[in-house]
């Protein structure tokens, strides 16, 4: 959780911007916690209790509401009779990395993921893309390797995991079939956490969002060191802080 975190702060400042140069600095005062950390740490929450992801998701968008979240999702956040709506986004694979942390099976984590996608990305695309940040974080976490993973991954979501075709990427992508592959292959290729998060935010676009989902997969490989932890925690408010204490507590109990 703490990588997921860590790499949408670290890649905030570059968002939408053509990506900087490897050596930029990975904490800034321009840095900032996004959506990605607030609806990473609501699903946390929601799976440390009675899995009520909607009302979790809208009660910590309420509290912080200016993250930078897209038009159709804080209109549903603030809109307590909205349903789903059909998105394509990278909103859903962005927020799971706690399913990967809590589910019992992988095919817990795969049924997880899509509830927790389906209360408002409920396109098959961002549905299917949650589960594959999941089940990989899952299966990399029980120390699966990491090729063997990529094959599980390209077998069952059909994505390309390599360098050369998970990097081919234009534009402002904020599709969830357009951001997973590039994201989830810089942890793959990476050597460590940071490296791998590096890689992500160069890719430029949607680097929150990049950096974030690749943080998390990286966690599940190498873990984050204690120094990044300590200035990520530094970059939250006291209550996502306790949400993220109280998670690797419970993570730590199990």
């Given at each position: 959780?703490?990588?997921?975190?860590?790499?949408?702060?670290?890649?905030?400042?570059?968002?939408?911007?053509?990506?900087?140069?490897?050596?930029?600095?990975?904490?800034?005062?321009?840095?900032?916690?996004?959506?990605?950390?607030?609806?990473?740490l609501a699903v946390a929450d929601a799976l440390m209790g009675a899995k009520d992801f909607a009302p979790r998701l809208r009660a910590f968008v309420r509290r912080?509401?200016?993250?930078?979240?897209?038009?159709?999702?804080?209109?549903?956040?603030?809109?307590?009779?909205?349903?789903?709506?059909?998105?394509?986004?990278?909103?859903?694979?962005?927020?799971?990395?706690?399913?990967?942390?809590?589910?019992?099976?992988?095919?817990?984590?795969?049924?997880?993921?899509?509830?927790?996608?389906?209360?408002?990305?409920?396109?098959?695309?961002?549905?299917?893309?949650?589960?594959?940040?999941?089940?990989?974080?899952?299966?990399?976490?029980?120390?699966?390797?990491?090729?063997?993973?990529?094959?599980?991954?390209?077998?069952?979501?059909?994505?390309?995991?390599?360098?050369?075709?998970?990097?081919?990427?234009?534009?402002?992508?904020?599709?969830?079939?357009?951001?997973?592959?590039?994201?989830?292959?810089?942890?793959?290729?990476?050597?460590?956490?940071?490296?791998?998060v590096r890689t992500a935010v160069c890719l430029g676009g949607d680097t929150d969002t990049l950096a974030c989902i690749t943080g998390a997969v990286a966690e599940?490989?190498?873990?984050?060191?204690?120094?990044?932890?300590?200035?990520?925690?530094?970059?939250l408010t006291e209550d996502l802080r306790a949400v993220l204490n109280r998670f690797e507590a419970f993570v730590g109990s199990l």
């Amino acid at each position: 959780m703490i990588g997921a975190i860590a790499g949408d702060i670290i890649g905030s400042r570059f968002e939408g911007q053509a990506g900087p140069s490897t050596d930029f600095a990975l904490f800034h005062p321009d840095c900032r916690f996004t959506d990605d950390t607030v609806c990473s740490l609501a699903v946390a929450d929601a799976l440390m209790g009675a899995k009520d992801f909607a009302p979790r998701l809208r009660a910590f968008v309420r509290r912080h509401p200016d993250r930078g979240y897209g038009g159709m999702f804080i209109d549903w956040a603030f809109a307590d009779t909205m349903g789903p709506y059909g998105s394509w986004g990278n909103g859903a694979p962005m927020r799971v990395a706690a399913v990967g942390w809590l589910a019992k099976d992988d095919a817990e984590a795969a049924e997880l993921a899509a509830s927790q996608a389906a209360v408002n990305h409920n396109h098959p695309e961002a549905m299917s893309a949650a589960q594959a940040v999941a089940v990989a974080i899952f299966l990399l976490r029980k120390r699966e390797p990491v090729t063997a993973v990529r094959e599980r991954l390209t077998r069952d979501f059909g994505y390309d995991l390599t360098a050369a075709g998970a990097f081919v990427r234009g534009g402002f992508d904020v599709s969830a079939a357009g951001t997973v592959p590039p994201a989830v292959a810089a942890a793959f290729e990476a050597a460590d956490w940071e490296t791998a998060v590096r890689t992500a935010v160069c890719l430029g676009g949607d680097t929150d969002t990049l950096a974030c989902i690749t943080g998390a997969v990286a966690e599940a490989i190498h873990g984050v060191t204690a120094e990044i932890s300590t200035a990520t925690r530094n970059y939250l408010t006291e209550d996502l802080r306790a949400v993220l204490n109280r998670f690797e507590a419970f993570v730590g109990s199990l």
